[in-house]
């Protein structure tokens, strides 16, 4: 099974029906997820229209992941944590300057992603909000935020059935508060349909 090194990332092509796995091999560790068409790359991912079509902000297994055109790109299927982000964007350099004053800041998830997809001609400002695999956002009622260490253990995955033709990007998250302030590999499979 391939592996992401920490604080890195990849990018690879599916077909409708193949199925990626994403596993956290030592648990606590984010994954961010974007998707393009492989047609058209501008019907990317969208967090909105995902969120409303399921109604609800967590979205796990049996629920679709829409793009900006109102089409599905993934289903999720098997899910072994059942708590996923699809709120925050990419952890990014003026990120980690902007939100722990870091001088010389990691390019982050949006960095790694912006490398990763430029050999399909996609650029940084084509990169929507990630499908941030195992990330624990919550959400309080006065309507505030935290980031939480994910609940995912060594092991678990979650799975994503293409629903068409995509190009994907993969990272191991980058930022500390995200993975309980350490920095560990996400392992990845892409599967023809069983």
Do not use: W
């Not at 648990?27 to 109604?55: C, H, K, N, T, W």
């Not at 996609?122 to 941030?132: K, L, S």
Request: proline share 7%.
């Amino acid at each position: 099974m391939p592996r992401i090194p920490p604080r890195s990332g990849v990018a690879f092509s599916m077909k409708a029906g193949q199925r990626l796995v994403v596993t956290d091999p030592f648990g606590e560790q984010v994954a961010d997820l974007v998707a393009f068409s492989l047609e058209d790359p501008r019907e990317v991912i969208s967090s909105g229209r995902s969120i409303d079509y399921a109604g609800k902000i967590y979205l796990s297994t049996g629920d679709e992941l829409y793009s900006n055109r109102s089409r599905a790109m993934f289903r999720i299927g098997e899910d072994y944590v059942g708590r996923h982000d699809f709120l925050l964007s990419p952890c990014s350099a003026e990120m980690f300057r902007k939100l722990y004053g870091d001088t010389e800041p990691h390019r982050g998830c949006f960095g790694n992603l912006a490398a990763a997809l430029a050999p399909y001609g996609i650029n940084g400002d084509q990169i929507p909000v990630a499908f941030n695999v195992f990330m624990n956002v919550p959400v309080h009622a006065d309507g505030t935020i935290t980031v939480e260490p994910p609940l995912s253990r060594a092991g678990d995955c979650t799975v994503f059935e293409a629903r068409m033709d995509l190009i994907v990007g993969l990272t191991a998250c980058s930022a500390g508060q995200s993975n309980n302030f350490a920095y560990k590999p996400i392992d990845y499979q892409v599967r023809d349909h069983d």
